[in-house]
C-alpha cells in the first residue's frame, strides 16, 4: 500500500513509535537498509539501527512510517505493511540505547510502544540519503546481522518470517527485482527470502506454469557469461489467476 507523505505540524507522542524494515535485494541475496547513529562507539554498543521515530499526535501510523522513512533516508511513497506491535517494558533495556535517547528525545526514559513495518524496495531504483540523526544509510545483507540497537533484531527477524509466509501467497518479491530480470534471479530471490535452496528445474516449472511472466524476446547485456533471457512480471495475469481461486505459489 502507499501513502501521501504530508508535512505533520503537532507534537511527538513520547510513548509510541514506528520501526522500518527496508528490504532489498542485491540480486543475490535479501539486504536490509540500516541507519548508523553515529554517535555511539562500538565498544559500548551497536551502533546501526532500523530507520524509526516516534509518531506525532495529529498523524496516523501509516502516515508516521512515510514520514520516518522520508526523513531518515529519502524514501518514500512505496509498498509499506504492518509487522507487529513491540511493547516489552524492557524494550531500551542497553545502556548505549539510553545515553543515545537522551541526545534526541525530550522523553528518553519514557516507555515506547512501537508498530513496526516492512517494506520493499528494487535496490537499483532508490539511493538513500541519510538525514536529521542518521549519520549514514547502509544497505547491509541480513543473514550477517547480529545484533542491533533496541529490539531492532527482534523486529527484523519478526518482518523476515512475514515476508517468507507472504511471499508464499502472493508475488509482492516482485518489488524487489528490477523491472526486467532472468529466472535465475527470480529464483535466487525466492532462495535468500526463504533461506533454504529450490531445485532450480522444479522451481522454474512451478513459476511458468503459473503464466504470470511475461518473456521480453530480449538478453542480458555486458555480462560475463552467457547473457539469459529476460523477462518481466505480469499483474494483470497474475489478477486474473487470483480470482480462479489461486492462493498459494507452492515454495
Not at 524494515?21 to 535479501?30: N, P, S
Not at 524492557?90 to 510502544?113: F, N, T
Not at 518470517?161 to 534471479?185: A, D, M, V, Y
Not at 528445474?201 to 547485456?221: A, P, T
Request: with cysteine; glycine share 4%.
Amino acid at each position: 500500500m502507499q501513502h501521501i507523505h504530508k508535512k505533520i505540524n503537532s507534537e511527538l507522542n513520547p510513548n509510541v513509535s514506528v520501526d522500518c524494515v527496508i528490504f532489498g535485494f542485491d540480486l543475490e541475496q535479501l539486504t536490509v537498509l540500516l541507519i548508523d547513529r553515529g554517535e555511539i562507539s562500538s565498544a559500548f554498543g551497536p551502533r546501526m539501527a532500523l530507520p524509526g521515530n516516534l509518531i506525532y499526535d495529529n498523524e496516523n501510523l501509516d502516515m508516521a512510517a512515510n514520514r520516518v522513512l522520508d526523513e531518515l533516508t529519502g524514501l518514500n511513497n512505496i509498498y509499506l505493511e504492518q509487522v507487529g506491535a513491540f511493547g516489552d517494558p524492557d524494550r531500551i533495556h542497553k545502556e548505549s540505547d539510553r545515553e543515545w535517547l537522551k541526545s534526541i528525545r525530550a522523553e528518553p526514559e519514557a516507555r515506547v510502544i512501537t508498530v513496526a513495518y516492512f517494506t520493499l524496495v528494487p535496490m537499483q531504483q532508490y539511493k538513500p540519503q541519510a538525514s536529521s540523526f542518521a549519520k549514514n544509510a547502509d544497505w547491509v545483507p541480513v543473514n550477517e546481522i547480529k545484533e542491533l540497537a533496541f529490539d531492532h533484531f527482534e523486529i527484523l527477524q519478526a518482518a523476515k518470517e512475514k515476508l517468507k509466509q507472504k511471499i508464499k501467497i502472493q508475488p509482492i518479491g516482485f518489488n524487489l527485482l528490477p523491472e526486467k530480470f532472468t529466472l535465475s534471479q527470480l529464483h535466487r530471490l525466492y532462495e535468500s527470502i526463504l533461506d533454504k535452496p529450490l531445485d532450480k528445474r522444479n522451481f522454474r516449472r512451478k513459476i511458468q506454469k503459473l503464466d504470470i511472466l511475461s518473456s521480453l524476446r530480449e538478453k542480458q547485456r555486458g555480462v560475463p557469461h552467457k547473457p539469459s533471457l529476460l523477462y518481466e512480471f505480469n499483474e494483470e495475469k497474475y489478477q486474473e489467476l487470483t480470482q480462479t481461486g489461486f492462493d498459494n505459489f507452492g515454495f
